[in-house]
């Protein structure tokens, strides 16, 4: 099942108030390569974290994992970074063996198929942000798995909506709009408090054509792929194969070709994101593992996520 809410915070909130799982102990394991964002999230709502290690090539590294004291722990957290599939089967395993809930992180990679079947789905429960990688949205994040009587109507209104219809209506002046609020709306959409998705999103949404997405997706990685390679720039994930489910291109950091690739990205028209954005808070700042070591391009910028006429 997948329900929809203004972020996936606000779907990890609902959650972890609201469900079956509300009075477990408050405890989780996190990959050491994440945002602030979440983080923090879990801070706030009390929870212990413990922090995994994550290699360089995105994958956990399973021997820090298994040595891991886990007994108190309840909740395990993974991420498809960028939308590349992990491998699911190992994470069940071992959560399975240790008794952790697995929770699926797919923000990155909404829509994405494994196996045909949709990221997100594969084990207690999952999470995706489309508002980030869908363009035109002004909220949207998912939570898939069994939950009984989610009734999202209750789960705080479309207050966003109305405000976004007095911008339409360009409604009462320019400089109100500007500065109470577009920077309200901002706020809005990114917190996680008992906000459920707008009505424009979750129209566009569930209008989506993941299979059009997919074939953008597929012929932007082949050509610009062979750009880069003929660039001698290197690419994480050099063939494209479908389980690679290739939702944004990899690029290796190097000095050596950085000019080269800003260069590109300016002639071919594409862009490159770095993540995670560097940490605010100080107490955070040594557990970003693995420091910008990666560039990232969206495959499919261009699409704006409507069915095909
Ligand atoms: C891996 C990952 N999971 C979850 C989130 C939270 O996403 P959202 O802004 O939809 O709550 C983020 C970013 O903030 C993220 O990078």
């Known amino acids: 099942m997948k329900h929809y809410f203004i972020n996936s915070r606000s779907a990890l909130n609902y959650v972890f108030e609201k469900s079956k799982y509300k009075d477990l102990p408050k405890s989780i ?12 999230f879990f801070q706030k709502k009390f929870f212990k974290i413990s922090f995994y290690k994550v290699k360089k090539n995105l994958e956990p590294d399973l021997i820090n994992l298994k040595k891991k004291q886990t007994d108190n722990f309840t909740f395990i957290l993974f991420i498809h970074f960028f939308g590349y599939p992990q491998n699911i089967k ?21 829509g994405g198929l494994y196996n045909g079947k949709e990221l997100g789905n594969f084990c207690d429960f999952g999470i995706s942000s489309p508002h980030k990688t869908i363009k035109g949205l002004y909220s949207g994040g998912v939570l898939y798995g069994r939950f009984k009587n989610v009734n999202l109507d209750k789960y705080h ?4 909506n109305k405000f976004k219809k007095l911008i339409k209506m360009k409604f009462p002046s320019i400089l109100i709009i500007k500065k ?3 920077p309200y709306i901002n706020i809005q959409a990114r917190s996680y408090k008992s906000l459920k998705i707008d009505d424009f999103s979750f129209d566009k949404l569930k209008k989506l054509n993941i299979n059009k ?8 990685f ?14 994480i994930h050099k063939n494209y194969n479908a389980k690679l489910n290739p939702w944004f291109l990899i690029i290796k950091r190097s000095k050596k070709y950085e000019k080269k690739l800003q260069n590109l990205s300016k002639k071919n028209n ?9 940490f605010k808070k100080k107490r955070y700042k040594k557990i970003n593992s693995i420091k910008k070591e990666f560039y990232f391009i ?3 910028f261009t699409y704006d996520g409507y069915k095909a006429n």
């Not at 069940?92 to 990155?108: G, Y």
């Not at 209104?157 to 966003?160: F, K, M, R």
């Not at 997405?213 to 932007?220: Q, T």
């Not at 050509?223 to 720039?233: D, G, H, P, Q």
């Open 90 to 110: 190992k994470f069940k395993n071992f959560s399975k063996k240790r008794n952790l809930i697995l929770i699926e992180d797919n923000a990155h990679g909404y």
């Open 213 to 220: 997405l997919k074939l953008i997706k597929k012929s932007y």
């Open 29 to 40: 394991l996190l990959p050491d390569y994440i945002c602030e964002e979440v983080i923090d």
């Open 157 to 160: 209104p479309n207050t966003l």
């Open 270 to 278: 594409f862009h490159l994101i770095t993540w995670p954005a560097k």
């Open 298 to 300: 969206d495959l499919s």
């Open 180 to 182: 109470v609020l577009k």
């Open 222 to 235: 082949q050509s610009l792929s062979k750009i880069l390679e003929k660039n001698k720039i290197n690419i």
